[in-house]
């Protein structure tokens, strides 16, 4: 666990290059910072709009209060001069978006593997008892998922997210399964209908296809199916998806198909 503290805007600008355009992307700037105690991490810091206060302490105090492999790790923060900058652990290979039309790179166990941690995360932040507060995330998407050098995934991006009492959190997620599975409203009706008239592989890229076990891949359709349910208190929750998903993870191990091209 890395331990989180605040900075010095001087010693972020120093990081960042000043913000320069090197090391930049859509969503922040990529750098290495020098620890108190000697040591040099890479670093992902996201500057927030001054007018974005309540969203910077919102990130900022879950980030320094949820604790779970799956979930990004906070370096620390600098809230001075009207800059709000949230610094993060850097995950080297950047967002899930980056993989997702590629099949040899993201193969279909490593997207159910993606798929469990996820599942994983959302349930320590609804449900853990440890907690007086559940989280609700509500900006869950193929942006703000990372991905670290060995695949694993970490939820980010919390700047919208939403807290409520314990006493609520096994009444409140029932719609927020759904972001999961389809992200793209005009997906949702494409994968509805193509679901109904057993014409699913008719979406799936044929290199991808290839390596799908079908017993697994049914699991997950059925789960997907599921979660977009118009009556949204049919949806099923989080704690009840994963452990499904981890049953098809076993599946699609069990019998596992490299593609042709096949890269680590």
């Not at 320069?20 to 040099?40: E, F, M, P």
């Not at 919208?160 to 759904?178: E, G, P, V």
């Not at 599921?226 to 049953?247: G, M, Q, T, V, Y």
Request: charged content about 25%; proline content about 3%; glycine content about 4%.
């Amino acid at each position: 666990m890395i331990p989180s503290g605040i900075y010095v805007n001087k010693k972020i600008l120093s990081a960042t290059n000043n913000f320069s355009t090197y090391g930049i992307n859509s969503a922040g700037y990529k750098a290495q910072l020098l620890r108190w105690h000697g040591h040099v991490i890479d670093i992902f810091a996201r500057r927030l709009g001054k007018y974005q206060e309540g969203e910077f302490w919102m990130e900022v105090s879950l980030l320094s209060s949820l604790k779970h492999k799956n979930l990004v790790s906070l370096v620390g923060f600098c809230d001075e001069n009207d800059e709000k900058i949230i610094i993060t652990k850097r995950e080297t290979r950047g967002s899930l978006f980056k993989y997702l039309r590629n099949p040899m790179m993201l193969t279909w166990v490593r997207r159910l593997e993606i798929s469990v941690g996820i599942a994983q995360a959302l349930s320590y932040i609804h449900y853990d008892e440890s907690r007086d507060f559940s989280v609700i995330h509500r900006n869950i998407s193929r942006y703000t998922v990372l991905l670290n050098d060995d695949w694993e995934p970490k939820l980010s991006h919390f700047e919208y997210s939403m807290k409520i009492q314990a006493s609520q959190r096994h009444n409140s997620f029932h719609a927020n399964t759904l972001r999961i599975w389809v992200n793209d409203n005009h997906l949702a009706p494409l994968f509805i209908a193509h679901y109904r008239e057993k014409k699913l592989d008719n979406l799936i890229n044929r290199d991808l296809w290839v390596q799908i076990d079908l017993h697994s891949f049914n699991m997950l359709a059925e789960i997907a199916y599921a979660c977009l349910d118009k009556e949204r208190s049919r949806r099923p929750n989080i704690d009840d998806i994963a452990p499904r998903l981890e049953k098809a993870l076993q599946l699609a191990r069990e019998n596992r198909r490299f593609p042709v091209k096949y890269k680590r």
